[in-house]
């Protein structure tokens, strides 16, 4: 499993430790790598950062005071087994108190092997986990221990999904390669590779990714984008990405999913969180 290591990808005024694990083989292909972090916010003057993840995810908020700010109304406690629903525009997220959360990543074509609902049900929302999966979730990652923490966590994944392991959805993740490697690709070109109408593709990845086939390949091309720089983002952060056409195009979507320009963005008064909740584009 590993030991715990500092997470470099936290900024200064958020000190902490972060324990990753790779999901195990059997599980490898329902969910991405499991994390502990334990972050300090510090003392600055906006303790908040931007969220905008990849894909669904499940985080237990284990200890702290952490919140997130819905589009229409105030700051939202955050607390035990959560959904974090996939976003149309980063949410943003503010840590009060020290706070230690674990979770994973729910890859797309294993969607309805979590749950019964539909993505688009989660979709640009945090919402809280109930039931005796919930209570496995939660007690799993109260050790102490991060890495004991982390293979109860395992455990309690394994036990949920591999009943349903046959929802697995090989088209959603022939979609989701495309996605990950080729998100300029004409969406009707994207059905017809993977042996669909479009009018089925879009079916598909509101049920397994929450949004629109379009609006999916458009967050990956800008996370890419934010991801080529492998370094902390500067103002000199104006140039226009390969992925993109050119300026103009590179705005659109940076003012989409983040609601500012690239150059703002490399500002960073509120820098964009990773699913690990460390800064990105530093990967844990």
Request: proline share 8%.
């Amino acid at each position: 499993m590993g030991g715990g290591v500092p997470s470099t990808g936290l900024l200064p005024s958020w000190q902490g430790e972060q324990l990753l694990a790779a999901p195990p083989e059997d599980l490898s292909r329902f969910i991405g790598p499991l994390s502990v972090t334990t972050i300090a916010p510090g003392e600055e003057t906006i303790p908040e950062r931007l969220l905008l993840n990849r894909c669904t995810l499940v985080q237990i908020v284990i200890d702290g005071a952490m919140s997130w700010l819905p589009r229409n109304g105030g700051w939202t406690p955050i607390a035990g087994p959560v959904i974090v629903g996939n976003q149309s525009r980063a949410v943003r997220i503010r840590l009060e108190a020290p706070v230690r959360v674990a979770g994973f990543a729910v890859h797309p074509a294993a969607w309805a092997a979590f749950a019964a609902k539909p993505a688009t049900t989660f979709a640009n929302r945090i919402v809280a986990l109930k039931g005796g999966w919930a209570d496995q979730l939660d007690a799993a990652t109260r050790e102490d221990d991060p890495a004991t923490a982390l293979e109860r966590l395992i455990d309690a994944v394994r036990g949920h999904v591999m009943p349903h392991a046959d929802k697995y959805a090989e088209t959603a993740s022939a979609f989701d390669e495309i996605v990950n490697s080729e998100p300029n690709m004409p969406v009707v070109e994207a059905a017809e590779t993977i042996g669909l109408s479009p009018r089925m593709l879009e079916r598909l990845a509101r049920r397994h990714f929450g949004h629109t086939p379009k609006l999916v390949m458009r967050k990956s091309r800008l996370l890419m984008a934010i991801e080529e720089t492998r370094r902390p983002l500067s103002p000199a952060f104006d140039r226009v990405s390969d992925l993109f056409y050119d300026a103009s195009h590179q705005n659109r979507d940076f003012r989409l999913f983040l609601d500012r320009t690239p150059i703002a963005f490399a500002r960073r008064e509120r820098p964009l969180l990773s699913a690990g909740l460390v800064d990105m584009p530093a990967r844990a």
